[in-house]
T-cell receptor
C-alpha cells in the first residue's frame, strides 16, 4: 500500500472550512484514495473516496490533482462535532486489500 | 443488521487468561478484517477473511492470536494467555468484495480489552 503523509493536528473554529492535505507520492495506477473519520471510542467511519479530480458528498469534498500524488479533504463549515481524527488511505480496489492507517490528523474545532 | 456489531464492548481480564471477541459483519459482506488500535495510535491490521479463501494472517503479532470465521459470516478473534501489551481496542470491519468493489470498509464500534 502507498504510504501517506498528513499533518498531525489542525485547529479550526466553528463555521470555518477545514482542508487537510495528504501526500501519497507513490500511489499506484489502480489505487483509490479514501478518507475515514474516527471519534473517540468509536471505530473509523468512511467519509469519502475518489480516484481523480473532485468528489463531493453530503459530508465533504475530495480534491485530487492530475498527478494524484496528493489529495485534499475539505470539510465545509465545521462544527464542534467534527472534532475527530481523520485518516487518509490509498489502496487498490482489488479484493484482499488491507488498510494501513497512519497516525491521522487530529482536528480540533473550537467554539 | 444495519452495521457491523462487536461484542463485548468492554472486556477486562487477568494476565494469562484467554479471551474471545466476536464480530458480526454487515449482511452480504464477504470480506472481514480485524484490526487493533492502541491508545492514541493508528490501526494495526491483524487478519483478513475473504469468502472461502485461506485467511491472510500476516498481521497477527504472535501465535497466541487466532481467528476464525464460521459460515462466511460471524468471526471470533481469540487471544490466548493474554499479556498486558494486548490491551487495546480491537476493531472489526467488513467490506463488500464483489467485482469492481473498492476499499470501503465499514467498522464496528470495537471491543476495548484491558489486561490487568
Amino acid at each position: 500500500l502507498a504510504k501517506t503523509t498528513q499533518p498531525i493536528s489542525m485547529d479550526s473554529y466553528e463555521g470555518q472550512e477545514v482542508n487537510i492535505t495528504c501526500s501519497h507520492n507513490n500511489i499506484a495506477t489502480n489505487d483509490y484514495i479514501t478518507w475515514y473519520q474516527q471519534f473517540p471510542s468509536q471505530g473509523p467511519r468512511f467519509i469519502i473516496q475518489g480516484y481523480k479530480t473532485k468528489v463531493t458528498n453530503e459530508v465533504a469534498s475530495l480534491f485530487i490533482p492530475a498527478d494524484r500524488k496528493s489529495s485534499t479533504l475539505s470539510l465545509p463549515r465545521v462544527s464542534l462535532s467534527d472534532t475527530a481524527v481523520y485518516y487518509c488511505l490509498v489502496g487498490a480496489g482489488a479484493a484482499g486489500n488491507k488498510l494501513t492507517f497512519g497516525g491521522g490528523t487530529r482536528v480540533l474545532v473550537k467554539p | 443488521g444495519a452495521g457491523v456489531s462487536q461484542s463485548p464492548s468492554n472486556k477486562v481480564t487477568e494476565k494469562g487468561k484467554d479471551v474471545e471477541l466476536r464480530c458480526d459483519p454487515i449482511s452480504g459482506h464477504t470480506a472481514l478484517y480485524w484490526y487493533r488500535q492502541s491508545l492514541g495510535q493508528g490501526l494495526e491490521f491483524l487478519i483478513y477473511f475473504q469468502g472461502n479463501s485461506a485467511p491472510d494472517k500476516s498481521g497477527l503479532p504472535s501465535d497466541r492470536f487466532s481467528a476464525e470465521r464460521t459460515g462466511g459470516s460471524v468471526s471470533t478473534l481469540t487471544i490466548q494467555r493474554t499479556q498486558q501489551e494486548d490491551s487495546a481496542v480491537y476493531l472489526c470491519a467488513s467490506r463488500w468484495a464483489g467485482t469492481g468493489g473498492t476499499d470501503t470498509q465499514y467498522f464496528g464500534p470495537g471491543t476495548r480489552l484491558t489486561v490487568l
